[in-house]
């Protein structure tokens, strides 16, 4: 038997720490490889650390609530048989080097473990928030899943002048040399939000691509009846057969991408800003927009050429609902070709999306809804029209192309019954 100490791997995006959310294992439990050790939310998402091989738990480090660094011992391990030569070598130096690592680790658990608001669950922006406003984790009911306090909460909280703000600010001097004004209904001091977390990473993210990669929009509108028929047909089927899958349009629309990205594939690639070369992807992996309380996130379908319509429908599902509850692992962050950002019904009329860097285009979806059209015939009939937009990088897609990439995407979403030809 040989002790091995797993150490919080790389998180990626530069991460350098994040909040032990959940411990999945205690000391004592025999554990697979890749079994899920604990839950570690970073100011990106939330991601789930699994175990790097098969042993039996002899201590985890740290508690629900406190903050583990990169590299920072995570779990102890006794694993079958002797350790690998290599491991051992490299694990010398480290038994040697953790007290003094562990040191600043423990002195910062021991000033923040008394403050019953680091039992709290939270994110570490909702924690920077509250505490840069006096607000005490405590006493601020969390709306979100196991009771989390959510940024919602904090907001919500100063708006309504909770009891939960800390006595910390002090009173402004009197004005004797003018009348107290009338009292505002309405009125209320401004408010700073920093900057943090989620929030601060989108802001980051969107700045170097606005101002790394010159863009330009291009919108046009889709005629939806023949799809919206076709995608009724197909749930009906489903229920009838007992399936709890049901198709959202977003399936049909990313098959409709595929299929145009076969005859147009510069849309599919990434920018290398070093190299300054236009990286055309050989894999497919499509990124979807979706809203959480902490921001817009960005999970990726893997390989989605290579999924039918109904398993694009559960992978959509299954992605939105990690990204919503913070279950998202970090190689499903990343990696993504090209990216479709789709608001359903308040999606608005058009919009400029801003290009999800290094990607070189993304494709922006719109309100459908019933509008008069004019058919073949010159006959004005009312058909469920929608508008798709794009936003491409100009140095390396002509207008001409992103153009018609677009027609194309908008030929398979008029006829979708092509669809099912252009994946056979």
């Known amino acids: 038997m040989a002790i091995f100490e797993f150490k919080l791997p790389d998180l990626g995006e530069g991460v350098q720490e994040g909040e032990l959310v959940k411990w999945h294992v205690k000391p004592g439990d025999s554990v697979k490889q890749d079994q899920t050790l604990a839950e570690v939310m970073t100011d990106k998402a939330t ?5 790097p091989t098969a042993g039996r738990v002899v201590q985890t480090h740290g508690n629900e609530g406190d903050m583990a660094k990169v590299h920072q011992i995570l779990v102890t391990l006794e694993i079958e048989g002797a350790a690998p030569a290599q491991a051992s070598g490299h694990g010398a130096p480290a038994a040697h080097g953790a007290p003094a690592a562990a040191a600043p680790a423990a002195a910062a658990a021991q000033a923040t473990g008394p403050q019953a608001a680091s039992k709290v669950l939270a994110t570490p922006l909702t924690r920077r928030m509250a505490a ?12 979100g899943p196991q009771g989390r306090v959510m940024k919602a909460d904090v907001v919500a909280a100063l708006e309504g002048g909770s009891s939960a703000r800390n006595e910390v600010a002090p009173a402004a001097p009197a004005q004797q040399a003018r009348p107290a004004a009338p009292p505002v209904a309405s009125g209320r001091g401004d408010e700073r939000i920093p900057l943090r977390g989620l929030r601060k990473k ?18 046009e509108e889709v005629d ?55 990286v055309v992807r050989g894999e497919f992996n499509i990124g979807i927009a979706v809203a959480t309380p902490e ?67 993304i494709m922006g979806i719109h309100r459908m809804r019933k509008r008069p059209a004019v058919d073949s015939n010159g006959q004005v009939v009312v058909r469920e029209m929608m508008n798709v937009s794009i936003s491409a990088d100009h140095r390396v897609i002509d207008g001409q192309v992103a153009a018609d990439f677009v027609y194309e995407v908008i030929k398979y979403l008029e006829h979708p019954d092509m669809l099912f030809l252009a994946m056979a």
């Open 295 to 361: 921001g817009l996130t960005v999970p990726v379908i893997k390989s989605a050429d290579r999924l039918s319509l109904r398993e694009l429908a559960e992978e959509v599902v299954r992605l939105s609902t990690a990204a919503r509850d913070r279950k998202l692992k970090m190689e499903e962050l990343t990696g993504g070709s090209f990216t479709i950002t789709s608001l359903g019904q308040t999606g608005g009329i058009f919009a400029t999306p801003i290009i999800n860097h290094p990607e070189v285009a």
């Open 47 to 51: 991601v789930t650390v699994p175990s």
């Open 132 to 143: 840069e406003h006096g607000l005490n984790l405590a006493e601020i009911s969390g709306s």
């Open 202 to 219: 989108i802001a980051e993210k969107m700045v170097r691509s606005k101002f790394t990669a010159p863009h330009f929009g291009f919108v």
């Open 224 to 278: 939806c009846t023949e799809l919206v028929a076709l995608r009724k047909r197909l749930n009906e089927t489903l229920a009838n057969a007992g399936e709890k899958t049901k198709l959202s349009f977003l399936p049909f629309i990313i098959k409709a991408t595929l299929a145009a990205m076969k005859k147009y594939p510069h849309l599919n690639a990434n920018m290398d800003e070093a190299a300054q070369e236009l």
